[in-house]
């Protein structure tokens, strides 16, 4: 028993580490411009983690590439043309900015 609480030392060890827990996560969400990834702690979760963010960086490459490949078809079809000049119909007669009606 911890000081006649009722409680053994391992109680008391997990409240000290939820306190200081929640502590941090205070201090963290007070502080402007902060920054906090929460991430899961199981044997496992590293190499999920690992394995998403290899999973990331392969679908961001290919689309960069992608978007390379359409960017340079889109420059590849715009050269050597010229852009269109409007067309001016023969009948009408310019018009004057002098004239009146």
């Known amino acids: 028993m911890l000081n006649g609480v009722d409680i053994n030392s391992q109680e008391a060890s997990a409240l000290i580490v939820v306190t200081q827990h929640y502590d941090t996560l205070q201090s963290v969400g007070s502080a402007s411009n ?17 394995n998403n963010m290899v999973a990331s960086f392969t679908a961001s490459n290919q689309i ?4 390379k490949k ?3 078809a889109k420059d590849t ?21 002098s004239t009146t009606e």
């Open 64 to 67: 960069g590439e992608e978007m």
């Open 70 to 72: 359409a960017k340079k």
């Open 34 to 50: 902060s920054n906090l990834i929460l991430m899961p702690n199981s044997p496992q979760a590293g190499s999920e983690m690992l």
């Open 77 to 97: 079809l715009g050269v050597g043309m010229k852009p269109k000049k409007p067309e001016v119909k023969q009948d009408e007669p310019p018009m004057d900015s």
